[in-house]
């Protein structure tokens, strides 16, 4: 066999195995692939402002008809923030007009559900961790209470609604909130006869409160007091049995205290 014979030979042979190598690797699917070649970082899925404010207006009446109701307008995706809003949403869905009624529930406190909606807070914010802005429509003697009842209807509102951080938003506001005797008791009556009779997070404080100071504040607004345990029988056996339960405890306490205490020996005098 020639030279030239034997080298064509061995490249005919070399071709062979480089097509018999690259068809051994496409038909096994890549078998030396490292598996991150196809990979592409998954990102989340982010909601920007601007998909808010590209989602569908829906309108909000407030208050009944024979009061005179307002209309009030808030983007979609950030309504159905709160499951109450996300089903009435649903069920507007097949409709061009999408109107929800609150024929029952304060504009005020409506619209600072929505100002929490858009901007996580409202009116007054924050002004750090123990302090909020101020409020000039508050008047420096609360007697009615305005200042406490603003965040007790947004509270329910925020509770009825399903949305939690506004709900602990209103009780911190609420507790930052000084106010009257007469205010104080404009607000537990609120909260009586509107908070859930086991929503203790806002009724068990309103009790403690005037079972601590009663006896001082008591004198301040004696005839509202009176009116308020009457109206509300369950306000005046909680506050009475926190008052009970704190006297127990001190009397608990001075009985351990005494047994505590060393024995004095009697001195005995005899005559010799």
Known sequence: MSDPEINDEVEAAADEDMAEAEGTNAGDGNAEA?????????????TTFLDYLRSPIIHLHVGSASDGSTTLHAHQALLTQSPFFAGECDRLSSTAHKTIALPHDDLHAVASVLEYLYKSDYFPTLAGPTSMEYDPTVPQSDNEGVALLRHARIYTLAQRFGLPGLSALAHKKIHLTQSTAKGE?????????E???DDEAIRKPVAAFWATRSHVLRH?????????CLEFPQFGFDVLSLVLDAQEKRSQRSEVAGAAAPRKRQRVSGIL
């Open 34 to 46: 490292t598996g991150l070649e196809d990979i592409e970082p998954e990102m989340p899925e982010r």
């Open 185 to 193: 008791i404009a607000y537990a009556r609120f909260v009586y006869r």
């Open 195 to 197: 908070a859930a009779p």
């Open 220 to 228: 301040e607004a004696e005839q509202e007091f009176k009116r308020m």
